[in-house]
Antibody, heavy 123, light 106 residues
Framework: QVQLVQSGAEVKKPGASVKVSCKAS????????MHWVRQAPGQSLEWMGW????????KYSQKFQDRVAMTRDTSATTAYMELNNLRSEDTAVYYC????????????????WGQGTLVTVSS | DIQMTQSPSTLSASVGDRVTITCRAS??????LAWYQQKPGKAPKLLIY???TLESGVPSRFSGSGSGTEFTLTISSLQPDDFATYYC????????FGQGTKVEIK
């Protein structure tokens, strides 16, 4: 079955960087784009951006444009999201989510989602 | 950016009730809308995509409708497993989520 397994929880200090991984299995990794979404405690879902896994091209939400980098390793079927210059407001659960439609040039709905990675930013 | 506004924010209902959640987009998103269910400590689960297409395995008591800027998610007869938070998502122009609707036990 299609599965996304994320790396474990992280605790970081303000100004540091964090890199979250998302290991995909059960499908052809390069056929579907991968999205990253975060959820601050008690808040809604916030889309951060996506990566075209086939060619590595990315599109980021303007809010994160200057601080985020999404990459992938096709040989390891793993996607990565790195967020730099962390601040306390970045404390959240970070999810990877597969774009549901294979070989698509546009976005679609997200399915499935990884289990989430809690990133805590605290001095 | 397209803004998504859900209502109500919280909904108190009983088992067996018919429940409707509304999602409004700040501009037309045609039918590029999905609905998700999220339970505490869990990742969102896809329920409906393209505004009205039920995801495989999702109970038929869930249904979606609408187009353009106004959409609804309906649960025809609320079951104990349905108490959760529901989010709409537009994917017409990148992606945006609504603020969520928490369905509570009355």
């Amino acid at each position: 079955q299609v599965q996304l397994v994320q790396s474990g929880a992280e605790v970081k200090k303000p100004g540091a960087s964090v890199k979250v991984s998302c290991k995909a299995s059960g499908y052809t990794f390069s056929s579907n784009h991968m999205h990253w979404v975060r959820q601050a405690p008690g808040q809604s879902l916030e889309w951060m951006g996506w990566i075209n896994v086939a060619n590595g091209k990315t599109k980021y939400s303007q809010k994160f444009q200057d601080r985020v980098a999404m990459t992938r390793d096709t040989s390891a079927t793993t996607a990565y999201m790195e967020l730099n210059n962390l601040r306390s407001e970045d404390t959240a659960v970070y999810y990877c989510a597969r774009d549901a439609v294979a070989d698509s040039i546009s976005l679609s709905w997200f399915d499935p989602w990884g289990q989430g990675t809690l990133v805590t930013v605290s001095s | 950016d397209i803004q998504m506004t859900q209502s109500p924010s919280t909904l108190s209902a009983s088992v067996g009730d018919r429940v409707t959640i509304t999602c409004r987009a700040s501009q037309s998103i045609i039918n590029w809308l999905a609905w998700y269910q999220q339970k505490p400590g869990k990742a969102p689960k896809l329920l409906i995509y393209k505004a009205s297409t039920l995801e495989s395995g999702v109970p038929s008591r869930f249904s979606g409708s609408g187009s353009g800027t106004e959409f609804t998610l309906t649960i025809s007869s609320l079951q104990p497993d349905d108490f959760a938070t529901y989010y709409c998502q537009q994917y017409n122009s990148y992606s945006t989520f609504g603020q969520g609707t928490k369905v509570e036990i009355k």
